[in-house]
């Protein structure tokens, strides 16, 4: 048999394991799975790469020395932000507003408070700033919000500023002026200031101008998406060079690319790294959409849960959602980013009962790759979900990870049992039911809320689960909600590495407008809006071009999406409207982009909702530019019969404690699992990478392109309600 050649690779660096995706010439593919090396990430790419590719018989360099095509995403960055442990960033700012990153703004600074906390000030508190006071300076001048310039700039404060940073050994400079979005000329200014000061004192520092990286509206979030640049992109680029260093190493010779918040994959070498803080999650909803796309599935609920959190994200007619001002570590940021909601709760979450209350409490602090109290060398002395898992007899404690980490079962019930069961007067087995009910009813009130907060109902979607912990809950989240129907790919662990895979090559960049479109507005001045906004768009195609030029992409090989983002006037949030030409020519053409407005609006608000006797207002426009990048082609195997996985995937049997009951489960090998199989609960199927759980009144049907389809219990009942 001729040797396998992997073209595609796709890599999702989690709080707890790094998955790696790889996809041959002829769209087969396996998954491979090591824990996570935070302290370098390369050690845990490579063990999870040789992880992979041991099932194809391949060496690491047999395997790399094929690639084609390389994507990678992770949380390093999130992490560096989270731990503050980011570059010394020097601050300049408009006079005045020294104190920006102290007071925060009221949005941002109850940002991850829950209700209570936010009604009680007593146990609120400031975000930690990135950039102490001491590092911060103001100085005098001022654009004004139509773009001119009221107040010139005194340069002589800059110098001072510039002197005193470089004193202080700032290592970056930031510059983040009031309006600089509307006219950038005093920002660039005070970076040819900086950049003289540093000449003559033979220093070279990095200089970040919000005008250029992020020239958008609201002064809080592009103030932090231009800091985040300085303090933990520029860094994260040390880590992702260790990656492209290892894989040339080994003989790669590809670019390897990284996964970025609007959904499409940019160079490591992206002026705008901080877009890709946190790609692992988004990967799996740009999965989501290609997946749906092939097998011809238009909603989707995609539900993805890691060691840490739990990622909720809703493809409705084919397209995700995107967010202009998202909040990541309790940070506003101004950059397009998939809409994605994330619960801090995971296979590692810890477990306690509360002394004060007597009840059950579930993370948001997590063992991440040390698993649990049920793995000796974890050092955790907290019990996990994991551990009850394992008590409950759902998790092989000797096939974790295939048998290369053996955990100990009696460890975990002793854990359970004292630190859960005894608080509470329960048996230890009905103690670690309770958890994962518990756990399971939380996850499944978010996917609930997520779904009821767009305008839908559970029985729009088809319910896709995910993640190394999917497969294993599915099940229990997903009991008592009438999905159309419930995904479980059988590649689940992988599925965020998956679908970095299948993201375009694109680069995305945005600009605030402000322009007023009202039902008088003269023809004159409607043909001044089409300049204005045709000239945006060329501008960010500029930007565009000039990305892809670093990868050495020819032009010609970049297809454009324009677009413009609208709001009826008098209103806060707009949305993003695709223009149907690569360019405005008359006045006329603004009715188009008015009938895209009005048609998306109303779907999203409902007819009634419409307002177009108000005007409308472009607050700002969009260019997107991608070039055709290899995919994953989705398998297809011959479908055996129903029943004949009972002869080639059986491995025995195992109790399981499900509904306070004990239960015979069958044990279902996935890798010699047949296309076509219908198995019925209780069942465990298990893989070296995941676990899934079938109880007692469900079945699933694993399908041709190894898709598992679980049985929708609700939507059985209401069938027979209205029989």
């Known amino acids: 048999m001729a040797k396998r050649a992997p073209r595609i690779l796709g890599i999702d660096a989690g709080g707890t394991m790094t998955d790696t995706f790889l996809i041959d010439e002829e769209g087969r593919f396996i998954v491979g799975k090591a824990q996570t090396t935070a302290y370098d990430e390369s050690v845990g790419f490579l063990a999870s790469m040789e992880d992979g590719l041991k099932y194809w018989d391949l060496k690491l360099e047999e395997g790399i020395g094929t690639l084609r095509t390389g994507i990678y995403s992770g949380t390093a960055m999130l992490n560096r932000m989270l731990e503050r442990k980011g570059r010394r960033v020097g601050l300049i700012v408009s006079g005045g507003m020294e104190d ?179 790609s692992g999650p988004i990967g799996g909803v740009i999965g989501a959409r290609y997946l749906g796309a092939q097998i011809g599935v ?165 319910l896709l689960s995910y993640g190394g912990g999917g497969p294993l809950h599915v099940a229990g989240y997903s009991d008592g909600l009438a999905f159309d129907d419930v995904l479980v790919p059988a590649w689940a662990p992988g599925f965020s590495a998956f679908g970095c895979a299948c993201g375009d090559y694109e680069y995305r ?9 009202l039902p008088k507005t003269p023809a004159e001045d409607r043909q001044a809006l089409v300049a204005a906004i045709n000239g945006a768009w060329a501008q960010l195609r500029a930007e565009v071009e000039r990305e892809f030029a670093k990868s050495d992409v020819p032009v010609d090989r970049v297809g454009y999406r324009p677009a413009v983002r609208m709001l009826y006037y008098g209103q806060l949030n707009a949305l993003e409207v695709a223009s149907p030409k690569q360019q405005l020519e008359s006045a006329e053409d603004l009715n188009l982009l008015i009938k895209g407005f009005e048609e998306l609006y109303s779907r999203i608000y409902g007819l009634g909702a419409k307002t177009p006797q108000f005007g409308y207002t472009i607050a700002g426009v969009v260019m997107s530019g991608s070039t055709e990048v290899e995919k994953p082609i989705l398998p297809r195997e011959p479908l055996a019969g129903p029943d004949d996985w009972k002869d080639l995937a059986v491995k025995g049997s195992r109790p399981v404690y499900y509904r306070s009951a004990w239960h015979e489960a069958t044990l279902v090998d996935l890798e010699k699992l047949p296309a076509g199989s219908d198995i019925p609960g209780p069942a465990v199927v298990e893989s070296p990478s995941s676990t899934m759980f079938v109880p007692p009144g469900r079945r699933v049907r694993l399908d041709e392109h190894r898709i598992f389809h679980m049985s929708v219990r609700a939507a059985a009942q209401l069938k027979l309600a209205a029989a």
Not at 404 to 429: C, F, H, M, S
Not at 509 to 517: G, H, I, N, R, S
Request: hydrophobic share 40%.
């Open 100 to 278: 920006y990153l102290r007071t925060e703004r009221g949005i941002q600074t109850y940002l991850g408070y829950s209700y209570s906390d936010r009604l009680h000030l007593v146990t609120h508190h400031h975000n930690e700033p990135l950039v102490p006071r001491n590092r911060i300076f103001g100085v005098r001048g001022r654009i004004d919000v139509f773009g001119k310039e009221a107040i010139p700039l005194y340069e002589k404060e800059v110098y001072s500023a510039v002197e005193t940073l470089l004193d202080r050994d700032a290592e970056s400079i930031v510059v983040c002026l009031l309006f600089s979005y509307k006219n950038g000329a005093h920002e660039k200014r005070i970076g040819e200031i900086a950049r003289e000061v540093m000449a003559k004192r033979g220093k070279e520092l990095p200089i970040y101008l919000s005008s250029e990286l992020y020239p958008v509206r609201q002064d809080m979030p592009r103030l932090n998406s231009t800091l985040m640049e300085a303090y933990a992109a520029e860094p994260s680029r040390t880590s992702l060079t260790n990656v492209r260093k290892c894989v040339r190493d080994h003989g790669g010779r590809f670019d390897l690319r990284v996964m970025a918040s609007h959904g499409g994959t940019i160079s490591m070498d992206a002026r705008e790294l901080a877009r890709t803080m946190i």
């Open 509 to 517: 960049f945005d600009k605030t407008l402000d322009l007023a479109l």
């Open 298 to 462: 238009k909603h989707l609920a995609c539900s993805d849960i890691g060691g840490t959190s739990f990622d909720l994200a809703l493809v409705t007619e084919g397209e995700f959602e995107i967010t202009q001002t998202p909040d990541i570590a309790r940070f506003l940021l101004s950059m397009p980013l998939v809409r994605i909601d994330s619960v801090g709760a995971g296979t590692g979450s810890f477990v306690r009962v509360n002394p004060t209350s007597n009840r059950i409490e579930v993370g948001p602090d997590s063992a991440g790759a040390r698993i649990g109290m049920c793995w000796e060398k974890s050092g955790v002395n907290t019990v996990s979900i994991t551990d009850c898992n394992v008590v409950l007899g759902y998790i092989n404690p000797d096939f974790f990870l295939g048998g290369e980490i053996t955990l100990d079962r009696q460890r975990a019930i002793d854990a359970v049992e004292v630190q859960i069961a005894k608080p509470l007067g329960l048996d230890v087995y009905k103690a670690a039911q309770g958890v994962i009910e518990l756990f399971e009813d939380s996850l499944k009130s978010s996917l609930l809320g997520k779904i009821l907060g767009q305008g839908y109902t559970p029985a729009s979607y088809n």
